[in-house]
């Protein structure tokens, strides 16, 4: 893991007869690099038959459900509707059949099981296909310990500096008096998913990691010290 150190305050220094108390904002960041991902899957649907769609919809959640259970692939969403598919011939306003949409929130650390999802959708009664973007995501273990560092590093960064502080102030012995820490968390950049269809989706396509499959996470820190 990488840190790294940026001053995000200024420094208050204020004295009384007896003591010297001074505050410090600093933030610590670690680029963790991640093992598990989440992508949005989407699918449509339009037949001339309400029950086509319908058996269509059900075999999607059947086999979403099959994934969860024997190749570790999680997706969460599901929900769907059938609505009377309206278009408009010669400007009339026509009802053509039902369409409709089925959106998932894939989570996965092997492509293998999402590939196998998506190469399902584009070989069924599905008319369209849609894959969204790639993002890196931490486990809530992997997040603990990261956040756990990052605390260790601001308070030996504390400690440290009370010690340059009563070289600062060679006649006063200093401390830390209070320190508060806010998690913050961002995402990197990472490869994107061009939005694919699909009709542009041979049969054999599949979706790779990102390349970049970096996390940033980040701790703001508030310092109040007292020398006396």
């Known amino acids: ?27 610590f960041t670690n680029t963790a690099k991640t093992t598990s991902y989440k992508i949005n899957v989407s699918a ?5 038959s309400f029950n086509t769609i319908q058996n269509n919809m059900e ?26 598919n309206v278009v408009y011939i010669d400007n ?13 929130t894939c989570t996965y650390d092997d492509t293998k099981s999402l590939n196998e999802f998506i190469n399902y959708l584009n070989k069924s009664n599905i008319n369209k296909t849609s894959i969204g ?4 995501i931490l486990t809530e273990e992997e997040m603990l310990v990261s956040y756990r560092k990052l605390e260790n590093q601001a308070f030996t960064f504390g400690i440290d500096y009370a010690k340059n502080l009563e070289k600062l102030f060679s006649n006063k012995t200093c401390s830390i008096k209070d320190i508060n820490i806010s998690k913050d968390q961002r995402y990197t950049p990472v490869l994107r998913n061009t ?28 310092y109040t010290f007292l020398c006396k």
């Open 1 to 27: 893991m990488k840190k790294s150190l940026q001053i995000l305050g200024i420094l208050g220094i204020f004295t009384s007869l007896s003591a010297t108390t001074i505050s410090l904002n600093e933030s």
């Open 44 to 48: 449509e649907n339009q037949s001339l």
């Open 59 to 84: 075999s999607i959640l059947k086999k979403v459900k099959n994934l969860k259970e024997h190749k570790n692939l999680d997706c969460s969403g599901g929900k769907y509707s059938i609505n009377p």
């Open 92 to 104: 009339k306003k026509e009802t053509k059949g039902y369409i409709s949409n089925i959106n998932f």
């Open 133 to 136: 973007t790639s993002n890196p």
């Open 195 to 222: 939005l694919m269809e699909a009709s542009a989706l041979s049969k054999t396509s599949s979706i790779a990691k990102p390349i970049d499959d970096s996390l940033d996470v980040k701790i703001n820190t508030n």
